[in-house]
């Protein structure tokens, strides 16, 4: 089975570091266009099924795939973003200012971070596990899963077997595409953040095809 992970566009609170989390914030003009070429990059590739996270960003980045396949979104709500409690809707600088402590540990030690009146890595580990369940099991043919940076990242740390303490270790940006392979009882990364389909369409031809 193979099973691309997508991060969605871009938004205007991605380039304001504001944090997202459960409030719905819609692609930008430049996360639109992504979502578009996204979509491009996945004809011919056979995708049987998508699945997205429930918030607007996702299925909007999602809608561009569904468009070039022709394949129905499914959403899944174990899959949407993190909740960031009282950090919502704030820059990073207001955060520093306003919960300096707790921004620390985020950044420093996130496997030890619990959000204020939100949710911890544990947390969000516990029930993506319960979603990624529900689309794995049973499927052989390519899925496709469009959700958040934070559970991309959880996506890629379960299926390596990582601890959430590498969180930051890895990189997945707006758009990207990751594809982890799974034969048998063997899980294995083919490639990581992928960007090329994001240049031109001429690109398209060179990026990574498993």
Same mark, same amino acid.
């Given at each position: 089975?193979?099973? !691309?992970?997508? %991060?969605?566009?871009? *938004?205007?609170?991605?380039?304001?570091e504001?944090?997202?989390? %459960?409030?719905d914030?819609?692609?930008n003009?430049?996360?639109?266009k992504?979502?578009?070429?996204?979509?491009? !990059?996945?004809?011919?590739?056979?995708?049987a099924?998508?699945?997205?996270?429930?918030?607007g960003?996702?299925?909007q980045?999602a809608?561009?795939?569904?468009?070039?396949?022709?394949?129905?979104?499914?959403v899944?709500?174990?899959l949407?973003?993190m909740?960031?409690?009282?950090w919502?809707?704030?820059?990073?600088?207001?955060?520093?200012?306003?919960?300096?402590e707790?921004l620390?540990v985020?950044?420093?030690?996130?496997?030890?971070?619990?959000?204020?009146?939100?949710?911890?890595l544990?947390?969000?580990? %516990?029930?993506?596990t319960?979603?990624?369940?529900?689309?794995? *099991?049973?499927?052989k043919?390519?899925?496709?899963l469009?959700?958040h940076?934070v559970i991309?990242?959880i996506?890629f740390l379960?299926a390596l077997?990582?601890r959430?303490? !590498? =969180?930051w270790?890895?990189r997945?940006?707006?758009?990207s595409?990751?594809?982890?392979?799974?034969?048998?009882?063997?899980?294995?990364l083919?490639?990581?953040?992928?960007t090329?389909?994001l240049h031109?369409?001429?690109s398209?031809?060179s990026?990574k095809? =498993?």
């Amino acid at each position: 089975m193979q099973l !691309y992970v997508v %991060r969605h566009g871009e *938004t205007a609170w991605n380039k304001e570091e504001v944090f997202r989390g %459960r409030k719905d914030v819609p692609l930008n003009k430049t996360g639109q266009k992504q979502a578009q070429l996204t979509g491009q !990059y996945f004809l011919n590739k056979g995708i049987a099924r998508i699945f997205s996270s429930p918030l607007g960003r996702a299925i909007q980045t999602a809608e561009g795939i569904s468009k070039a396949t022709k394949m129905p979104i499914e959403v899944i709500d174990e899959l949407t973003d993190m909740n960031f409690g009282a950090w919502e809707g704030l820059t990073l600088r207001e955060v520093e200012k306003l919960y300096p402590e707790e921004l620390k540990v985020w950044q420093q030690s996130p496997h030890k971070f619990h959000a204020r009146d939100g949710e911890s890595l544990g947390d969000v580990r %516990r029930r993506v596990t319960k979603g990624i369940q529900k689309v794995v *099991t049973g499927e052989k043919a390519p899925i496709v899963l469009v959700s958040h940076r934070v559970i991309c990242k959880i996506i890629f740390l379960n299926a390596l077997m990582l601890r959430s303490r !590498y =969180f930051w270790k890895i990189r997945f940006d707006p758009a990207s595409v990751t594809l982890i392979e799974k034969i048998g009882d063997s899980v294995s990364l083919s490639f990581l953040n992928d960007t090329c389909h994001l240049h031109n369409k001429e690109s398209l031809s060179s990026c990574k095809d =498993f």
